[in-house]
């Protein structure tokens, strides 16, 4: 199964992301690519980090499940390659609706979950606190609107992540739900 966790800038994806990936052994997570510069604080491994030359090499090899390019820097999903994913694992992705959009395309079946903010106010708040400057929080904040709206087009299962372990225990219910159907 893939499992594709999209949302808004600011809503806690990468956090949700990692903390249900430590307490499922059957995830396994495609790593991101981008080739936007990373963040002060930033963790290494929250994506891989390239040059703009070598995203596109990437594209023109049909390397990527979905990319975009969102306020000028690049972003895209890997295929995993043969016998990359371990046996018995489903595919965890964190990437943006418009990314899980694609991702529905080519994979029907995927599970698409989209994470939100409690607020406007909270998802804001997310945004300056992690260092975006103010003109990319304005941005994000724009462009939130229309991930929400497409994310439900979409049929994606809203989970509200107001409450860090209240979100997990969702998401593995939700989790727990999809395997019990496709078994």
Do not use: C
């Not at 430590?22 to 980090?49: C, H, I, K, M, N």
């Not at 991702?103 to 029907?108: F, I, R």
Request: glycine share 10%.
């Amino acid at each position: 199964m893939i499992v594709v966790i999209s949302g808004p800038g600011g809503v806690g994806k990468g956090t949700v992301a990692s903390r249900l990936l430590d307490a499922d052994d059957r995830l396994w997570l495609s790593r991101s690519w981008t080739t936007r510069q990373r963040r002060p604080g930033e963790a290494a491994d929250a994506y891989v980090f390239v040059d703009r030359t070598a995203f596109d090499e990437r594209v023109a090899a049909g390397g990527f499940w979905e990319w975009a390019e969102f306020l000028g820097n690049r972003y895209g999903t890997p295929r995993p390659g043969p016998g990359e994913v371990p046996d018995g694992h489903d595919v965890l992705l964190e990437i943006d609706v418009q990314g899980a959009e694609q991702v529905l395309a080519l994979e029907p079946d995927a599970l698409l979950v989209f994470l939100d903010a409690p607020s406007l106010e909270a998802q804001r708040a997310r945004l300056v606190g992690r260092g975006d400057p103010p003109d990319a929080v304005e941005r994000r904040m724009a462009k939130g609107a229309e991930e929400r709206a497409l994310a439900h087009r979409l049929g994606a299962v809203v989970v509200v992540n107001d409450d860090l372990e209240r979100t997990l225990a969702e998401l593995q219910g939700i989790l727990a739900a999809a395997r019990a159907t496709t078994t």
